[in-house]
């Protein structure tokens, strides 16, 4: 049931009321709470200040500090964002429990007077729960829910729903429907105030749960990824310090885009990084083939690097003597043999299995010195037999030290047969082998290889929790490497099979997600957009059957975006038409074209006395960027120009793929310029 309009207030339009009165309480308790958050921030500075001198000693003065300093970026005030977006009236009956009667505020944190009562409880608390759940069929015990609006920090306007009466707005509420469509400039915003049933259920999904979202252009399913994060920082605070959180993006424009949701929220201690990032170890010098990249990325890969290190294990047929002082210790060669094999069925990283021979050998001397000579011997004897020359000479017989740069140069300088074809060892194969390690011109693609092996060596630290967004260009290596920092953890997978742009794009979530090591986790569709117009949808949907991806259609509930398609005969005098147009405007701009064309689209812009941003400048005061269309994935702009999609196409061999991910940047407006004919899906409906 629609509210009547006197439930939204606006003192700008409004007469004097009650409910202005009601309005200035509301105003009164915002400047009250934002007091007791600065109070908040000012103790935690000062037991900043003086943590040093309680401490008992350097490392807990450094602990305290750490944890002191977190606790101040945390409680961090920023004026032009409400401090509190909603207020929880529960009635008296049996669904209020234990808040029968009680009102709440809920704000992006916890907020509590000098006596610590709570004046905004954290969207994440349980009760918070019930202002993205309640419903007018299902109240969960609230009469009333208030929804605030407000203009560069100040509250202007609420909105009551009575859900005791039935009353329920759902997407007909002007808060709600202005919060989504407001324009935006430089980073992407938290969407705490406007999370819909269907994102809060995979927002607060359990920790030891991983889940994988299938969302369609403006469904949200990147802010619902980093809003689960924050939700389970603050339900498994302690849990996820000690094994960290991380956030994997596509590109650093990506990352530089959402680096501000996080923060927001009060939390600053999540890791954010792109997969090359999680694999730097070595220099990139080379570029790759096509060709030899895909085989690079290939899951294939991975049995060819475990194959290689399998076969540096050796076999022992000589028993081994020890001198030590006076004495001379034996081992025999069939215990020897015994010994390697017990330790090759444990399946250890092989740098882990290597130093437990070692163990295991020293402790068999061990034996046999206390049995001579009736002590234990010392610390500094176990170390001396460890690496006493037989020690080591069988070690290096039977489990050589390998590093991973050394077992890939093997396997690129000669590909072992038998897993690949020879036309793929063909493209493995370095046309002159280098010199030395050091020398070796490494590529991107090898990367993956090296960390794969590093992997096969040493046991890598496991995040609690990864985020990893744009998840459907992760090719099978890539998701191999994330599979192992994500071990011991969960993972949420967010992308759109559609918009799989890279060689090795996912065609299946449940590939990817046996490859990322959590086969079992569960695919949810977000099919309904809330940001991009459903005018860009339908016209971006007419690719979707030259995709060869089976996703369902993206639908929109927004009826109020532009979209114009003009063919012209002078591509930058039509686009520096379009930018003044677009400016005139609120918002940002987004000017999108094949990456070669970026140079002479910048090039017109400036000439004509506009100013403009590259994609990683989100800081920038330019309201327009001109981004290349290989880059644009994960972003978003109020306004956006594409310019000459016939050529994005042309530019890669999944172009229409790519076409699809530009098209569906806008959340206002969509200018299409071309010169050249659409491509045909495009045109094919009209």
């Known amino acids: 049931m629609t509210l009547p309009a006197e439930h939204f207030v606006n003192t700008d339009t409004e007469p004097a009321s009650d409910l202005d009165t009601d309005l200035d309480a509301e105003r009164a308790h915002l400047a009250e709470s934002r007091a007791a958050l600065r109070r908040m921030r000012e103790r935690a500075e000062a037991l900043f200040s003086t943590g040093g001198n309680v401490a008992g000693d350097s490392y807990t ?368 194969r370095w046309p002159t082998p280098p010199r030395s390690l050091k020398s070796a011109k490494w590529t991107a693609a090898d990367l993956v290889l090296i960390d794969e092996a590093a992997g096969l060596i040493e046991r890598r630290p496991s995040f609690g929790h990864v985020v990893v967004d744009e998840a459907q260009d992760l090719s099978a290596m890539q998701a191999r490497a994330i599979a192992r920092r994500s071990e011991h953890g969960s993972i949420t997978l967010l992308g759109d099979l559609a918009q799989g742009t890279a060689p090795w794009a996912a065609a299946d979530w449940k590939e990817t997600l046996r490859h990322l090591g959590k086969p079992d986790a569960e695919v949810v569709p977000l099919t309904v957009g809330f940001r991009v117009p459903a005018a860009v949808v339908t016209f971006a949907n007419r690719l979707l059957p030259a995709l060869a991806v089976d996703v369902p259609a993206a639908r929109s509930l927004r009826h109020d975006g532009g979209l114009t398609i003009d063919a012209v005969t002078d591509l930058d005098a039509a686009t520096v038409a379009e930018v003044r147009s677009a400016l005139t405007h609120d918002g940002s701009v987004g000017v999108i074209a094949a990456d070669t064309a970026v140079a002479g689209v910048h090039a017109a812009l400036t000439s004509a006395g506009i100013d403009t941003a590259t994609a990683d400048e989100v800081e920038s005061a330019a309201r327009v960027t001109v981004v290349p269309a290989s880059v644009v994935k994960g972003l978003e702009y109020d306004h956006v120009v594409v310019v000459e999609p016939a050529a994005i196409v042309a530019a890669e061999p999944r172009g229409l793929h790519r076409l699809y991910v530009v098209l569906t940047r806008a959340v206002s407006r969509l200018a299409v310029l071309h010169t050249e004919p659409l491509p045909a899906p495009l045109t094919s409906a009209t």
């Not at 305290?64 to 606790?71: V, Y």
């Open 61 to 428: 003065a450094e602990t305290l500090g750490r944890t002191l300093a977190r606790r101040v970026a945390e409680l961090a005030d920023d004026p032009d964002t409400p401090l509190f977006f909603g207020r929880l009236d529960f009635g008296a009956g049996p669904q209020a429990e234990d808040h029968a009667g009680h009102r709440y505020h809920v704000g992006r944190r916890h907020v509590t007077d000098e006596d610590g009562e709570p004046m905004v409880l954290d969207w994440r608390a349980p009760v918070s729960r019930s202002f993205y759940r309640a419903s007018a069929r299902d109240p969960q015990g609230l009469a009333v829910r208030r929804r605030f609006g407000f203009s560069a920090g100040l509250l202007t306007s609420f909105e009551d729903e009575h859900l005791d009466r039935g009353e329920e707005l759902g997407t007909t509420s002007r808060i709600l429907t202005a919060e989504i469509e407001r324009p935006r400039v430089g980073p992407m915003r938290d969407i705490v105030a406007t999370i819909q049933p269907e994102q809060d259920e995979l927002v607060r999904a359990d920790l030891d749960v991983s889940i994988c979202v299938q969302g369609a252009p403006g469904t949200g399913k990147t802010a619902v990824g980093l809003h689960r994060a924050a939700y389970l920082l603050y339900l498994h605070r302690e849990r996820l310090r000690r094994s960290g959180v991380l956030v994997v993006g596509p590109n650093r424009a990506f990352l530089s885009y959402i680096s501000a949701v996080l923060p927001a929220l009060g939390e600053v201690e999540v890791e954010q990084a792109t997969v090359d990032d999680l694999l730097a170890g070595v220099t990139v010098r080379a570029q790759d083939t096509p060709a030899a990249a895909t085989v690079k990325h290939d899951a294939r890969m991975a049995a060819v690097l475990a194959a290689a290190l399998d076969a540096h294990i050796g076999t022992n047929t000589e028993p081994m003597t020890v001198p030590d002082g006076s004495y001379r210790w034996r081992i025999g060669a069939e215990v020897l043999r015994r010994l390697v094999e017990d330790v090759r069925a444990e399946a250890l990283p092989y740098g882990t299995a290597r130093e437990r021979i070692r163990a295991r050998v020293v402790s068999l001397l061990q034996r046999q010195s206390e049995a001579r000579r009736g002590d234990s011997p010392s610390d500094g004897w176990l170390r001396r037999m460890g690496k006493a020359k037989p020690v080591t000479d069988f070690l290096d017989q039977v489990w050589p030290a390998v590093t991973p740069e050394g077992l890939v140069a093997q396997i690129l300088t000669d590909p072992p047969p038998g897993i690949l074809t020879d036309d793929e060892r063909d493209r493995l």
